[in-house]
C-alpha cells in the first residue's frame, strides 16, 4: 500500500481542499467525510481513502484484488 497521504486547508466554510498525494491536485472534501470512505482525485482520477478527519487526511487507496474463491 502506498503510505502517501496528504492534509486539508480551510474546513471553516464547511468544505476543504485537500492535496491529492498522487498529482498534488486539489480534491475538495466536505466536513462529513468519513474515515474510510474513498473519493476520486478529479485531476488524476485516483481512489483516495480517508485516513482521518480531524485534520482531513487522504492515502491512496488499496487496489482490492481477487481472491480466487478464498
Request: with cysteine; hydrophobic share 35%.
Amino acid at each position: 500500500m502506498d503510505v502517501r497521504s496528504a492534509n486539508h486547508t480551510g474546513l471553516e466554510s464547511g468544505l476543504a481542499s485537500c492535496e491529492c498525494p498522487e498529482c498534488g491536485g486539489g480534491v475538495p472534501a466536505t466536513a462529513n467525510l468519513m474515515r474510510g470512505e474513498v473519493v476520486r482525485c478529479p485531476d488524476c482520477s485516483a481512489e483516495l481513502e480517508v485516513t482521518g478527519t480531524a485534520p482531513i487526511r487522504l492515502e491512496v487507496a488499496p487496489r482490492v484484488e481477487e481472491d480466487w474463491g478464498e
